[in-house]
């Protein structure tokens, strides 16, 4: 006997529909799994057998064949023991399938007929509501993140058995949505209000934040540069729920969804160590999982101690910062991540850390400053858009007990600039707008049309050109900085102090990497 349930596989952070076929017919007994499976699917076969066997039922002596169609689609993973083990079933006239309707069967069968979570439940959901599945058969610990796409029928079951009498029409499983549960508060470990000091920093953040810009800081050891790194996602807006839905499918994908909460509804913030691979930052492996840059997608990908990291991993970066998107092609297969995020980065001046410093104890020499800084080459440099320097902090702000200005008054500000930019890009036809959309995202044609510069801005900017020896991708970022300044303040021109501000944080490449 024949029988055909539905599974899928995992393209990128996006679900393919597969059909998991079973054949039963007379011959020499024999168990076999076709359609281009790993490792993992091929061991299903002695998963499946005791699976069924502890759940009381038996392997008749047939001959077992399974197909995983479409055969010439590499396939991973164990979300398909679950599938198999019912059309086993079903093709030796073992059960009888009452339930109507189509479902997507998903799950990894333990030894005794138990169900274990599988990852990429979150891509199956939003693929099966798309393709019109009346439901989805699922482990019980997968339920709460299948659950967040709404109007599709989640079953989550605990085991083998629960399986079969839902599919008999014996069982009716618990399937509470929860979708609409989302948290109300949003807690961050570093407020704005708690850095003393550094303006400057704080400053330059707040537009970085409004306008999606890249950012650089320079300065010594304790100047407070990771601290106010780690404080950007507290003034960044809020994750709306389609955003939160494309950034869950990388975690999902990954498995590393939150178990207390199976949605991502805060903005990633991702700091890897400079130990990193180049496969961990942007992504890889024979079978290509998201790196550090996709998982920070909609967030911020933070990289402290910036010269650190390997010069080819650093290298790797150039491509997704530009594109917002990272390729990995392999022999049979080309996977496409998304990689919208936001780079922050955070270096020393020098080996020893004091170069440029008020305490003047600076031991190295001219030579070992240049090597040091030409560990960042100068094309990644020119991809991010601001350049900034922390200076030591003083004691008198260290000491004083005044309050600064709060992440919650300042991410209000933010807000309302990405809000002027959402309402400029939203009638761009060749675009697809989405609620992040920022002044970095501009193409050549948007900043020629939404950056004009009256004659004596013109004039100005001929002069930094000249001066700082911009490149063509400089002066764009200038452009594209000052329209997110105006915003800030509300301002339909960009006027000349804005594009000052904004030529200023252009400058730190040239002084240091002339």
């Known amino acids: 006997m024949f029988a055909t349930l ?18 039963a017919s007379n011959g020499m007994p024999s168990f076999q799994i076709g359609g281009l499976g790993d490792s993992a699917i091929k061991e299903s076969k002695q998963r499946v057998i005791s699976a069924i066997k502890n759940s009381g039922y038996k392997i008749p002596p047939r001959r077992i064949t399974v197909n995983l169609a479409p055969a010439d689609l590499k396939k991973e993973g164990t979300c398909y023991d679950l599938a198999i083990a019912i059309g086993l079933l079903i093709a030796t006239n073992q059960i009888e399938i009452l339930i109507k309707g189509k479902f997507l069967i998903l799950g990894e069968l333990s030894l005794d007929g138990k169900l274990r979570p599988v990852s990429g439940i979150l891509p199956a959901a939003i ?23 709404e109007d599709i029928k989640i079953i989550g079951v605990n085991n083998l058995l629960e399986a079969i009498k839902f599919l008999s029409n014996e069982f009716i499983p618990n399937t509470t949505e929860i979708h609409n549960i989302i948290p109300n508060n949003e807690n961050y470990p570093v407020d704005f209000s708690d850095i003393k000091g550094q303006e400057g920093v704080k400053r330059a953040l707040t537009i970085a934040a409004a306008g999606g810009h890249n950012l650089i800081c320079i300065g010594p050891p304790g100047s407070g540069k990771t601290m106010s790194a780690r404080a950007i996602p507290s003034i960044l807006p809020s994750l709306s729920k389609p955003e939160m839905l494309e950034t869950s499918k990388i975690y999902s994908v990954a498995g590393l969804l ?17 130990s990193i691979s180049e496969a961990g930052l942007v992504g890889g492996g024979s079978n290509p999982m998201p790196g550090e840059v996709s998982l920070s997608h909609n967030g911020v990908l933070f990289l402290d101690e910036l010269t650190e990291f390997n010069l080819r991993t650093l290298e790797s970066l150039r491509q997704p910062l530009e594109d917002k998107k990272i390729t990995i092609s392999r022999a049979k297969r080309t996977v496409t991540f998304p990689s919208n995020t936001m780079l922050l980065a955070a270096m020393n001046p020098c080996p020893c850390g004091f170069y440029g410093s008020n305490s003047n104890s600076c031991t190295c020499t001219s030579n070992q400053i240049q090597k040091y800084l030409s560990k960042v080459s100068g094309p990644l440099l020119d991809r991010i ?6 200076p030591p902090v003083n004691k008198t702000d260290l000491l004083s007990n005044t309050k600064s200005e709060t992440s919650a008054s300042i ?19 060749n ?7 920022s002044n970095s995202d501009m193409n050549p044609r948007q900043i020629k049309q ?4 009256n004659t004596q801005n013109t004039k100005l900017m001929e002069k930094m050109f000249d001066n700082l020896n911009f490149s063509a991708r400089s002066y764009n970022k200038v452009l594209k900085i000052a329209r997110t300044i105006a915003d800030l303040d509300d301002s339909k021109n960009i006027e000349q102090n804005h594009l000052l501000e904004a030529i200023q944080y252009r400058t730190l490449d040239r002084k240091y990497w002339g």
Not at 385 to 390: G, N, T
Not at 414 to 429: H, I, P, T
């Open 411 to 429: 991410k209000i500000k933010v807000e309302n600039a990405r809000n002027v930019q959402l309402k400029r890009f939203q009638n761009q036809s």
């Open 385 to 390: 858009d601001m350049h900034i320097e922390a």
């Open 127 to 149: 693929m099966a509501k798309k393709q019109q599945y009346d439901g989805l058969i699922l482990p019980k610990e997968n339920q709460s993140e299948a659950s967040v796409v």
């Open 258 to 274: 939150p178990t207390n909460y199976p949605l991502i509804h805060t903005r990633p913030f991702r700091a890897p160590h400079h």
């Open 450 to 453: 939404f950056c004009l510069l």
């Open 6 to 23: 539905c599974a899928i596989t995992l393209h990128g952070v996006d679900a393919i529909e597969v059909a998991v076929e079973l054949d």
């Open 431 to 437: 675009m697809q707008i989405h609620s992040c959309y």
